[in-house]
């Protein structure tokens, strides 16, 4: 997983410098590209978050959603398979329910930061809304949270791959093709669902509820 988050990482290093390294005000070539992701983050996070707050949490954002798109993405197009290592074997970073738990974790931890940061300890005043009897309900809720994010993108990475895996093994040619486009793309999808649902959790903290 380690040796494999460090290739993800590499990655979005180098086309992070690609794309920045020489700045135009009118954007051509890889910083076209660069912008245009930019934007779209910026335009995911203001969506979730709101106006006010918003511009502050697009680094988290887009970190999050590029770190997993780009994880997904070299699962399903590289083949870690076929290199052999002594202990194990490579495989996508989010095909690891490590990398999973830990990235719903910096989520979890990134909307009790939010609220709290914002609100102070008034922000645990919405466990005991709208009732106090439901205090037990909205702690549930919030420890849920990571749980679901983990285990969705976890789940999905690791039947994707195994399909294919198995595919490939029973028919070689030609028919894991399809499978695997369809990999490619439901692996973006878990990275957008990611992102959008931990700025949605963080939007909600920061939300004034009255």
Do not use: C
Request: glycine share 8%.
């Amino acid at each position: 997983v380690l040796m494999t988050s460090w290739v993800v990482l590499g990655i979005l290093a180098v086309l992070s410098f690609l794309g920045n390294s020489n700045l135009k005000s009118t954007p051509d070539g890889f910083q076209n590209f660069t912008e245009l992701v930019t934007e779209f983050i910026r335009d995911l996070a203001k969506t979730q978050i709101g106006e006010e707050d918003y511009l502050k949490w697009v680094p988290f954002l887009g970190t999050i959603f590029l770190f997993i798109f780009v994880s997904n993405w070299s699962g399903a197009l590289l083949p870690y398979r076929l290199i052999e290592i002594p202990n194990g074997e490579l495989a996508a970073p989010t095909n690891d329910i490590n990398t999973t738990v830990a990235l719903a974790l910096l989520t979890s931890i990134s909307y009790f930061y939010a609220g709290i940061s914002k609100k102070g300890l008034g922000y645990f005043s919405r466990y005991v809304e709208p009732a106090a009897f439901l205090l037990p309900i909205n702690v549930l809720e919030d420890f849920t949270k990571p749980l679901s994010l983990s285990f969705r993108l976890f789940g999905n990475i690791l039947a994707d791959e195994l399909v294919v895996g198995v595919l490939v093994a029973l028919v070689p040619l030609i028919i894991p093709i399809p499978i695997m486009l369809l990999g490619v793309f439901t692996s973006a999808i878990q990275a957008l669902v990611f992102a959008t649902l931990a700025g949605a959790y963080i939007g909600e903290a920061l939300a004034d509820h009255h």
